[in-house]
Every structure is written in structure tokens, then in C-alpha cells.
């Protein structure tokens, strides 16, 4: 397959140089059986039912009621809790040389949707998801017998683009000139994955967990290319989200000898971004994950480690300070990750003596997680900081 304008994103990993212990909160680890996604899983039950077997494994499966000419293939993860179900039609090379959710999803999608049991129901959920189809090659008038044959048509040979556009992705497969389909459809975390939010909300904290207990490969070094700031103070990284005082920017005093990153009194608000940015040694942050149902989970981890794990999610963290008090510094962090259409926010709050103490203070944060990509200023309306 030839593959144009995929979207990719560099997954940034970090050391571990920190610790992490629970304090306090309502959140239990998932146990083995609680694993995987409910909606993957009621698809592979929907499989296996028309397979009349009582469960699908790893492998591939021909539904020859569904789709006689492609098989289906399931993938489970080293617990065997499934974690892909969906037609085979894309090669191995462009799955792992072009990666993207995209090709897994239509892979699934174009599954759920023969699942269907008639036209009308496969046009409800399309409309319902804001899915859209398009074929040059065969009429969609009758969504089922289509979609049947574009999928029988799938080959090696076909060309493929993915592009992005107004938070929508777009998958457009050409066959010899001609757009045997192109699959239209949000950027959304919940359609991409097949997970819940509830779902999604409370696989952070096991995530974190399992990140810690394996070793993690630092990213390959960079230059570190420094940009004036202001009198004795460089800039690097300077990249910002929906509003300019919302940044990526880490910040540096150089010399002849020696180049070190700020973190004084002297110099607050960029020194509170270097905590997050780019990663202070030794400073703690209590995070207080907000959960559905009032409810909280609450740990204690190094800021630099925490910010690392996010990173390796294939999140870019940003900035902000908001408040400069007489005591405290109030702000907010953003980990936004465009290619699965959601962000991280942790409203932070640290006593101002954390810049003379970094090991003596701490850092605080309430963090809300899977917000879908929309308006940022409207973000901080909608979650009202209530660290204390």
C-alpha cells in the first residue's frame, strides 16, 4: 500500500527519577477480569455468537454470513484481554511504519457496521457518530452490499491518505485512481478506542503504575537550541495552545561554562513553568485525579516523572501561570494529545517558598482527564479550580 499525509505523533519517553506512593482516595486498580473495554468486548461476543462458540482467542476468523472474502482478526494483550477486533486490511508494513489510530479503527468500524442488521440501522449510526462515507466505485444506497464489497476489494496495492481537518480525521483508499472509499470522522477519543470516558478516567492511575514498573528508554537527545528571552534568560521549545500565554516554552540561563534551567525566586512565573515543561529534579506534586461520581483518586509523585508519563501517552504538556498571590502560585497544565482527540487538565497551587525549598514543599493539583479537544478558554470555566 502507498501511504500520503499520515499523521503521526512522537511518543517522548523519560527516565524514571522519582517515587510515587498512594495517600488517599476511593480508587481501586481494576482486577484481572475487570480488564479491557466493555464495548470490545460485547464485539467480541457478537462474534463469537455468530461463530457459535463461546468465546473468540487471538487469531483470525472468517464470518461467512458478514463478509465471506475477509477475515476477522482479534488481538488480545499478554493477559489475552482483547484489545482489537475488526477486519484484516491493512499490511503489517503500514501499521507499523505509518502509525496511526485511524487504520485500526475503520478496521473495526466497517466490522460494527455489517454487524448492523439492516440499512437503516447502519444509517442511524452513522448519523448518530458523525460518521461519513464515501465511494467513487460502488453505489451506498444499499450501506450493507457496499461495504461489503469495498471491504472484499481491500489490497496491498491500494493508495492511502489520512488527513485531519476542523477535528475530524479523514481515511481515503484509491484503487487505481479511483476512491474506493474514504471514511470521514471525529477526533474523538471514545470513537477511536472503543473505551468509555468512565473507562478511560479510571485507567490512569493502573497506566501510571504499570509505566513505573518498567524501565523506560530515554528519548534521543536533542540540540538545545536557545532563543533570547530577556536580559540573562533563553527560551527553547516555545510552542503554545490556543492562547499565546498557554506554552511549552522551557526556560534557561546560559553562560560560557555552563547552561542550567531557572528555578528561583528571581524569576517565577518562568521558573513555574520549568516545573512542568521541562522537568525540575526533586519537586513533588499530590495529584487529586477527579473521578465520575464525586469521586477522587489521590497519589504523590515526582512533577518531572509524571510529566514523562504523559509524554509517553503521546501528549505535549503546556503551561499557564494564572495567579500570582501573596503566598501562592495558582496555575494550570494542559497535556493535550491532538491525534486521539482529548487533554489532561491538572490545576496546580504551590506555596511561593517551593522556589528557596523545592524539597520541603509541594506541589498541589486536581486533575481531569479525557476532555474531549474543544475551546480552551472555556476549559477553565467549565472546571472551576478547587485545590486546596
Do not use: W
Not at 485512481?177 to 473507562?199: D, M, Q
Not at 487538565?345 to 523545592?358: E, G, K, Q, T, Y
Amino acid at each position: 500500500m502507498k501511504v500520503r499525509g499520515v499523521v503521526c505523533c512522537l511518543l517522548l519517553v523519560g527516565v524514571i527519577g522519582g517515587h510515587l506512593s498512594a495517600v488517599a482516595g476511593t480508587f481501586a486498580v481494576p482486577s484481572p477480569s475487570e480488564k479491557g473495554y466493555q464495548y470490545i468486548r460485547e464485539l467480541a461476543i457478537e462474534v463469537a455468537t455468530r461463530l457459535h462458540r463461546s468465546e473468540v482467542g487471538p487469531g483470525e476468523y472468517y464470518l461467512t454470513d458478514v463478509c465471506p472474502d475477509r477475515p476477522v482478526v482479534v488481538l488480545a494483550d499478554a493477559d489475552r484481554h482483547i484489545r482489537h477486533i475488526g477486519f484484516r486490511l491493512f499490511s503489517d508494513f503500514v501499521l507499523s511504519q505509518h502509525p496511526s489510530p485511524v487504520y485500526r479503527f475503520v478496521e473495526r468500524y466497517l466490522l460494527e457496521l455489517l454487524l448492523q442488521k439492516n440499512n437503516s440501522e447502519v444509517q442511524a449510526k452513522l448519523q448518530r457518530e458523525r460518521v461519513s462515507l464515501t465511494s467513487e466505485c460502488y453505489s451506498l444506497t444499499d450501506y450493507r452490499s457496499a461495504i461489503r464489497r469495498i471491504v472484499a476489494d481491500f489490497s496491498d496495492d491500494l493508495s492511502l491518505y489520512v488527513s485531519t481537518r476542523d477535528h475530524y480525521y479523514q481515511l481515503s483508499c484509491r484503487k487505481g485512481g479511483r476512491l474506493l472509499l474514504a471514511v470521514r470522522f471525529p477526533v474523538r477519543y471514545e470513537l477511536l478506542t472503543g473505551c468509555s470516558k468512565l473507562e478511560a478516567e479510571h485507567s490512569v492511575y493502573p497506566s501510571f503504575l504499570n509505566y513505573l514498573s518498567h524501565p523506560q528508554v530515554p528519548a534521543v537527545s536533542r540540540p538545545l537550541v536557545l532563543s533570547s528571552y530577556k536580559q540573562g534568560l533563553f527560551s527553547a521549545n516555545e510552542d503554545s495552545y490556543g492562547m499565546p500565554e498557554i506554552q511549552s516554552t522551557a526556560y534557561y540561563q546560559a553562560s560560557a561554562q555552563d547552561t542550567a534551567l531557572v528555578f528561583s525566586q528571581e524569576y517565577e512565573l518562568e521558573s513555574a513553568c520549568n516545573l512542568f515543561n521541562a522537568g525540575i529534579d526533586g519537586v513533588e506534586m499530590q495529584v487529586r485525579q477527579k473521578l465520575y461520581g464525586d469521586k477522587t483518586n489521590t497519589f504523590v509523585s515526582s512533577i518531572k516523572v509524571f510529566m514523562d508519563f504523559l509524554r509517553s501517552q503521546g501528549c505535549t504538556v503546556y503551561t499557564t501561570v494564572q495567579e500570582v498571590g501573596k503566598e501562592q502560585i495558582k496555575g494550570a497544565v494542559l497535556a493535550v494529545n491532538p491525534e486521539y482527540g482529548y487533554q489532561h487538565l491538572l490545576l496546580f497551587r504551590f506555596d511561593r517558598r517551593l522556589f528557596a525549598a523545592p524539597r520541603k514543599e509541594r506541589v498541589t493539583a486536581d486533575m481531569y482527564c479525557y476532555i474531549p479537544i474543544h475551546n480552551v478558554k472555556s476549559l477553565f470555566d467549565e472546571h472551576p479550580s478547587k485545590t486546596n
